[in-house]
């Protein structure tokens, strides 16, 4: 079994070594552009995470591409052979730190730490009287891997928890949205949205000005999935003008988020790098390794991409 590894930011010799260690007698290497003229050295299966076009062009037998994250958006930008099978991670260690990344956020301006952080700069006592928790309702976007267990976690802090999916879910204490006819109503119902959608052509810019007036009054965003879900202008404008009270941002539509960016300086928006669930080395060796073995037994792997669907 011949595997090439193609990980941008990511170095590789741990990734090798783990897969030798899981997969005794793979043949497994990290991938170089051939020089011209040269043939290229063909494996079955890559594991990926956003490789250049010349890397699919180059590697003309592979069967799977494995990619070391959930999101897909950036392979499915590349040129791929229909017969070439897209399987993404499943979970893998990063929904409890999704859950802890939102939780926190969410607690954080539900609790006023934000305003608590500015109290204690400016060394000011000054109690704020509690919010009431069944008027602080959290509607997740997306309730796949990540949005589930995220929609759950926030459930066991007893905050009014809906998502928003195509087909309906059924998860204790949450309340199910489904398709463009009833957005409307799960954005009327939301205090503070999280964003765990893929990234596809239907779910492009879905945080424009349009979705996000519908948001109740003083309303906050949780962004965790992707940069191109949002439309940059539309936010600002909205936290300027009052609608919105806050944003915690983790992805970008330009990521290292360039310095000029607005959003850097703005006092209602929080940034990290794109941190909100790592991908875990470990986990995803193992999950990998077992779906290889999956397809070489005929068996079922769960985390195949419809690349028509874009996620
Ligand atoms: P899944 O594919 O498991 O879940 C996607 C969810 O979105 C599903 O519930 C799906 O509905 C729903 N959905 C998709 N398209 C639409 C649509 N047009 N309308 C309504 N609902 C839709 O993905 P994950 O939960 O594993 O991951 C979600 C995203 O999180 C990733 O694609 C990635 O972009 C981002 N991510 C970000 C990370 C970070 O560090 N910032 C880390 C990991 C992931 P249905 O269930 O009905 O199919
Ligand atoms: C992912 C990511 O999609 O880390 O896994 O963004």
Redesign the pocket.
């Known amino acids: 079994m011949k595997i090439v590894f193609c990980c941008t930011n990511t170095k590789a010799d741990p990734w090798l070594e783990g897969f030798r260690q899981a997969l005794p007698g793979v043949d497994i290497w990290e991938w170089q552009a051939t020089p011209a003229g040269q043939a290229p050295k063909l494996a079955d299966h890559a594991v990926v995470w956003s490789p250049p076009q010349q890397f699919i062009d180059e590697q003309t037998q592979l069967q799977n591409l494995f990619n070391i994250?959930?999101?897909?958006?950036a392979l499915l930008k590349l040129n791929l052979p229909s017969s070439l099978n897209i399987v993404?991670?499943?979970?893998a260690g990063?929904?409890v730190?999704?859950s802890e990344y939102v939780c926190h956020a969410v607690i954080r301006y539900f609790r006023e730490f934000n305003h608590y952080e500015k109290d204690t700069q400016e060394k000011r006592w000054s109690y704020r009287k509690p919010g009431l928790r069944s008027e602080f309702s959290v509607g997740v976007?997306?309730?796949?891997?990540?949005?589930?267990?995220v929609a759950q976690a926030l459930q066991q802090f007893e905050f009014p928890v809906n998502?928003?999916?195509?087909?309906?879910?059924q998860l204790a204490g949450v309340k199910s949205f489904?398709?463009?006819d009833q957005?409307p109503a799960f954005l009327k119902a939301t205090r503070v949205l999280v964003?765990?959608?893929?990234?596809?052509p239907?779910?492009e810019n879905?945080l424009n000005r349009a979705n996000l007036s519908q948001l109740q009054a003083g309303a906050f965003l949780i962004n965790?999935?992707?940069g191109k879900h949002v439309v940059d202008q539309d936010l600002l404008d909205l936290l300027d003008q009052g609608h919105m009270a806050g944003a915690t941002l983790?992805?970008f539509r330009v990521e290292p988020l360039p310095q000029d960016h607005a959003f850097w300086n703005h006092p209602k928006i929080v940034i990290t790098p794109?941190?909100?669930?790592?991908?875990m080395r470990e986990e995803s060796i193992a999950q990998i390794a077992g779906k290889i073995k999956a397809v070489y037994a005929g068996q079922f792997i769960e985390g195949r991409v419809d690349k028509i669907?874009?996620?």
């Open positions: 994250g959930a999101g897909v958006d993404r991670l499943n979970d990063m929904s730190q999704m976007l997306g309730a796949g891997v990540l949005g589930s267990k998502v928003w999916s195509r087909s309906p879910k489904t398709g463009p957005l964003n765990l959608l893929p990234l596809t239907d779910t879905v965790v999935a992707r983790d992805v794109h941190t909100s669930a790592r991908t669907r874009g996620y």
